[in-house]
């Protein structure tokens, strides 16, 4: 995944993402929302990863378009994770950051890549 930016900041902040999942489920002894957030903070470098993969312009736009929603659905638990005092202002700045940085990478690879298509793949 060395040849990928994308791909090494996703796979990145998903360890990250389950390192808090295990922080979450040891420490705070919460289950529920750990589960989540893994699932959503994991699933955005694999989708990443099959879109670089893929065999299709259009099957690279969908894939990342899809880590892109990850990303939202990531920030959304971290934020509601924070709100119920699962975590501090620090561990969720620091996370959502990394978060909001991925977003925009993808966000632009999706808009970039929405644009280079030709006209009728646009829709």
């Known amino acids: 995944m060395s040849e ?18 295990q922080y979450l489920q040891t420490e705070k002894k919460e289950f529920i929302l750990s589960n989540q957030i893994i699932r959503s903070g ?9 879109a670089l993969k893929a065999i299709s312009q259009k099957e690279f736009l969908q894939k990342m378009y899809i880590a892109f929603k990850e990303c ?7 934020d509601l994770l924070y709100a119920a005092d699962y975590l501090s ?8 950051n990394d978060c909001a940085e991925l977003q925009k990478i993808l966000s632009s690879i999706t808009k ?12």
Do not use: C, D, H
Not at 6 to 18: E, G, H, L
Not at 72 to 78: D, F, H, I
């Open 112 to 123: 970039t890549t929405k644009n280079n298509q030709p006209s009728k793949e646009k829709r």
């Open 4 to 21: 990928s930016i994308v791909a090494n900041k996703s796979r990145q902040f998903a360890v990250r993402i389950i390192r808090l999942g």
């Open 89 to 96: 202002e620090q561990q969720f700045q620091s996370l959502n």
């Open 72 to 78: 939202n659905e990531t920030m959304y638990w971290l």
């Open 42 to 50: 994991t699933s955005i470098g694999a989708n990443i990863v099959e």
